[in-house]
């Protein structure tokens, strides 16, 4: 059989066997540069968005300076840009959403994976948990404005009247506000927490499990004194990734936290984050504003970026050493 | 004593968690269940003194924007995954990817709205369905990147050895053995990422926006069932609101069917 033979039919039987013909070379190495540029072209669009954010930013940056950070007005007539009530709010409502939602998250983790429930089960209430994260921002929204304000209005009233001297009850709640967009938040941050934990406490070899039954704790015990701790480092992973989560949510805080730029500790009191401050003012802003607006994206990017590469970071690192690579 | 006060909170705890999930799909049932009908899909929005409608332009305008992310963000998510995965592995760039990927993953959606609105809507001079697509894409690359490398690496690599064994070039090895053997893994991360992306509303704000008319071509402003369910939610008139209930339901039937494919399909056979 001659070569040009084999190099000509690919499919013939008594080809399956050959060294690539030069069209196949030429085809892996167009294929080789198109992955390549299609890996690249991740990193350059990163590299894309921070500068162009930061670019369209740059003249409010020159305008304001340092002082739109801390200052705490937002007034387009006098042009005087400050975005400090919203990183407050950012921060609280984040935190707020974390302190509820980590709580919920690391416990159902527990739940899910030290045999709490037969595995069927624990498999119909994972996915219960999982179906929380694919329920868009903007139903949850909704969801918050006709049920979870109606719901907590009177107790949030009753706290008021009875502890208001307390700054965490200062204000009654009207409607909106930072409590419940708080809650919903708490609720979209906790799928997030419940999985990356739940692959923490998977990770945790079986035989340290079995050891701590071997030297008789109970149930509990090695719960709590053996799997959280050699779990904890993905434990806090997962607190920062939903934190980081909590950051930059847009739709449900636009639509329940009542954009209003005042700091307060008040529980039921309207605030803002730099998410929804974007959202409610971007599409009727001007030239001036819209600038200012690019300055607190600016600030929301480098905010998320920031605690995102950290708990990244911080997931690959501890996944490293409890599965035993170094 | 202690350990089962602890147990019994634990079961508290997990109860009180899905409470949410029951109560959202509860009330889309009972408020936007009354509304499905026919002419949901086929009618336009209504203003605020009207009755009726419906919302059959932004459910077009919904599936014409994640199909144009998904013409994007599919091929390159798939040639980088490739790239991770068995091109080149371990190379600088592909950890660079691989973490700026998964740094994508937590980026806020609506700065992705803000990215192009800078680069698409100031260029093109107004807002499209182009813009919003392209809005989309950003955020779907990251889990596709993610999930398809994740399939591709779960080919076993005696299939690949032997393919190299038998003369195939690199690229044949990853088209005719790992993209065939992987493609329920990448399908799963594929119809993931449009579900999530199909709820998406923030970075559709303002590269979309959004139109009370139907969709007449790619460059013009854009409605999205998201959005509108933004929109009315704020509205002083029963009628939108009633609305806004039953374009929820359909956009989570949408979103929950997408997601439960991505199972079955993903669903590992032994």
Known sequence: MSSAEISAGASTEAAISRPPGRNERL?????????????????????????????????????????????????????????????????YS????????????????????????????????RTVIEMLAAIPSVVFG???????????????????????WLPFFGTSLSGPGLLPAALVLAIMVLPTVAAISQDALQLVPFRTKEAAYGMGTTRWEAILKV???TAAGGIFSALVLGFGRALGETMALAMLIGNSNQISLSLFAPANTLASLLAS?????????????????????????AVNMFGTFMLALTTRRISGKS | MRSGLLTAGTWLVALIASVPLISVLYMLIVQGGGRLSAELFT??????????????????GTVVMVAIASAISIPIGILAAAYLSDVDPDSKLAQWTRFLA??????????????VYAVVVLAMGRYSALAGGIALAVLMLPTIILTAEEAMKMVPRKMKDAAIGMGCTRSQVIWQIVLPTGLPGILTGVIL??????????????????????????????????????????????????????????LVLIVLVFNILSRLIGRPKI
Do not use: C
């Open chain 1, 281 to 305: 003012s971007f599409p009727e802003a001007g030239a001036i504003e819209r600038q200012a607006l690019m300055y607190a994206a600016l600030v929301l990017l480098a905010i998320t970026l």
């Open chain 2, 193 to 250: 990422a449009v579900a999530r992306v199909a709820g998406e509303s923030a970075p559709l704000l303002f590269t979309a926006l959004f139109s009370n008319y139907w969709l007449n071509s790619l460059g013009e402003p854009t409605a999205s069932l998201s959005i509108l369910i933004y929109n009315f939610s704020s509205m002083p008139f029963e009628n939108q609101i009633e609305l806004a209930w039953a374009a929820s339901l359909v």
């Open chain 2, 102 to 115: 998964k740094v994508l993953t937590g980026f806020p959606s609506i700065l992705a709205g803000v990215f």
């Open chain 2, 43 to 60: 009618e336009l929005p209504p203003a605020g003194f009207e009755m009726g409608g419906g919302f059959g332009n932004a459910i077009l």
């Open chain 1, 142 to 164: 909704l969801w918050g404005i006709f049920v979870v304000i109606p719901a907590i209005r009177p107790l949030a009233n009753w706290l008021h009247e009875t502890l208001g």
């Open chain 1, 227 to 229: 799997m959280l701790p």
């Open chain 1, 94 to 125: 984040a935190l707020m959403a974390l302190l509820i939602g980590g709580f919920f998250g690391i416990t159902v983790a527990i739940f899910l994976t030290q045999d709490f429930l037969p595995p069927r089960l624990s498999m119909v209430f």
């Open chain 1, 27 to 91: 085809a892996d190495r167009t294929f080789s540069i198109l992955a390549h540029s299609s890996a690249l072209a991740i990193v350059l669009l990163v590299a894309y968005i921070l500068w162009e954010i930061g670019i369209q930013a740059l003249p409010a940056i020159a305008d304001n300076g340092i002082s739109f950070i801390f200052g705490s007005v937002w007034d387009v007539q006098k042009s005087t840009f400050g975005i400090l009530p919203a990183i407050w709010g950012t921060l």
